[in-house]
């Protein structure tokens, strides 16, 4: 019975180290578990940004006019309404001209005058009269009188407006009865008759920087749904818009517009930058700015994995940065994804637990 009793004894405190060897086990277990941080990923290709450019805008032509008179005075006829077709040359508005046909009478009856000073002084010349002093003056005035005349005639030639080349009217900024000064926009034309039609559309910084003139381009029209037309930039901004804060390029068609296009009418289109053609393996990235740590200028962190269990801390160069992005140039070579959510919550080497 004592032997029974001395055993019991002895096996209490193994019974107690198993206890404490399976908890101490147990609890490194579970640390093991808090260990590994739950994290969002962004897969990465060889390039994340796309060859394309995507674009819209609204048709216009290289040749818009703002027509006006050479004088001012009260418009007395208007021809043309807006959306209606002109010919080059054709009269689309005139002044009332009592005002300068009474200048161009004081200008001749001048030049008159002139002329009859002149001869007298000319024949007084021949008779000793007069001296060649006097002569000169006279010619002098008769040649000032002759410009005179001149110009009186020259404004009256554009007291009308005449379409400079076939088109459509865009705009009437004025009305009959209104008194206007000299240079006074009346009414806007262009050429949409010629069918040289430009899709003009807003470019961030970036994207004017990528493209180039000559760069194809493929534009859809609203109001030819299904079909795409060939286009090439055709003009590019060499400033940026103070009213909109953007860039603009213009797409020009290189293939015959459909009859359906108006000036105004909305298109999309789609650049594909020539160097983004010869170069397609382009190193630069876009990635959410929470992925980005410790930035620093052109310098900053990020953490990567190639396997979905280990996060590694990797050093980025910065290229630039947009409204919601971050653009990187380099240090992304051969990453398989980018860790952006739960950045904050890691070590270099930490494992990691990939959520949806």
């Not at 055993?7 to 260990?35: F, V, Y």
């Not at 040359?89 to 200008?107: K, W």
């Not at 008159?112 to 002084?121: C, I, L, N, P, V």
């Amino acid at each position: 019975m004592k032997t029974i009793h001395a055993l019991l004894i002895l096996s209490i405190p193994a019974i107690g180290l198993m206890s404490c060897g399976a908890h101490s086990a147990t609890s490194e277990t579970t640390q093991q578990k808090q260990d590994v941080i739950p994290v969002k990923l962004l897969p990465l290709g060889p390039s994340s940004f796309a060859s394309s450019i995507a674009v819209s805008g609204q048709f216009t032509t290289d040749d818009e006019v703002l027509l006006s008179f050479k004088t001012g005075g009260i418009i007395q006829r208007i021809l043309v309404k807006e959306g209606d077709a002109i010919r080059q040359g054709q009269v689309v508005a005139s002044l009332n001209l009592t005002e300068i046909n009474t200048q161009v009478q004081q200008a001749q009856l001048a030049y008159e005058k002139a002329q009859r000073d002149h001869q007298r002084s000319l024949n007084l010349y021949k008779d000793s009269v007069a001296t060649l002093e006097q002569l000169q003056n006279a010619k002098t005035a008769l040649d000032l009188s002759q410009q005179q005349l001149n110009a009186v005639l020259f404004n009256r030639s554009h007291s009308e407006i005449r379409a400079t080349h076939n088109g459509y009217v865009l705009r009437k900024l004025a009305s009959e009865g209104q008194v206007i000064g000299a240079g006074t926009p009346v009414i806007q034309t262009n050429g949409a008759q010629s069918g040289n039609w430009l899709l003009r559309v807003a470019l961030s910084n970036k994207d004017w920087a990528a493209i180039q003139l000559r760069d194809s381009a493929a534009v859809e029209i609203e109001s030819a749904p299904g079909k795409v037309f060939r286009g090439e930039i055709n003009r590019k901004s060499e400033g940026i818009d103070p009213a909109t804060g953007a860039f603009y390029a213009d797409i020009r068609l290189i293939q015959a517009a459909p009859a359906s296009i108006a000036f105004g009418l909305f298109g999309k289109a789609m650049i594909y930058p020539h160097a983004a053609v010869i170069n397609k393996a382009v190193d630069k990235w876009e990635i959410p700015y929470d992925a980005l740590l410790d930035g620093d200028g052109s310098h900053g962190y990020v953490f990567v994995t190639n396997d979905g269990k280990r996060a590694h801390k990797q050093p980025v160069i910065i290229a630039g940065m947009e409204k919601d992005r971050v653009l990187i140039s380099n240090g992304l070579q051969g990453v398989q994804a980018v860790v952006i959510s739960g950045s904050a919550y890691l070590t270099d080497n930490s494992p990691i637990r990939v959520i949806p």
